[in-house]
Nanobody, 123 residues
Framework: QVQLVESGGGLVQAGGSLRLSCAASGRTFSSGAMGWFRQAPGKEREFVAAISWSGGNIYYGDYVKGRFTISRDNAKNTVYLQKNSLKPEDTAVYYC????????????????WGQGSQDTVSS
């Protein structure tokens, strides 16, 4: 069993930045892919970013390219999401996701989810 715990979210003004962290614990997960999704009120959960274990394969949702950066530290079993130039439409609950393979994460059906972190961007 793997537990994912997000931290670092909060309230920020438009144009500001936030950095989310997601720490994985439980079984050894150093070979897995990790990613981020978000869900805004009244909308479906959508893909934000994903990263392979090596960090050599990285993917982003179209609406965050150039503004968000995903990275990971395998020694700490932690994935990060640096969010810059934030907009009010980035307001959502952000979920960390993990799986042994990258495809399930990209497909939105990872084996593990975090509990979610509310991020609010004020105008």
């Amino acid at each position: 069993q793997v537990q994912l715990v997000e931290s670092g979210g909060g309230l920020v003004q438009a144009g500001g930045s936030l950095r989310l962290s997601c720490a994985a614990s439980g079984r050894t997960f150093s070979s897995g892919a990790m990613g981020w999704f978000r869900q805004a009120p009244g909308k479906e959960r959508e893909f934000v970013a994903a990263i392979s274990w090596s960090g050599g394969n990285i993917y982003y949702g179209d609406y965050v390219k150039g503004r968000f950066t995903i990275s990971r530290d395998n020694a700490k079993n932690t994935v990060y999401l640096q969010k810059n130039s934030l907009k009010p439409e980035d307001t959502a609950v952000y979920y960390c996701a993990a799986d042994l393979g990258l495809s399930p994460v990209l497909s939105g059906i990872p084996g593990y989810w975090g509990q979610g972190s509310q991020d609010t961007v004020s105008s």
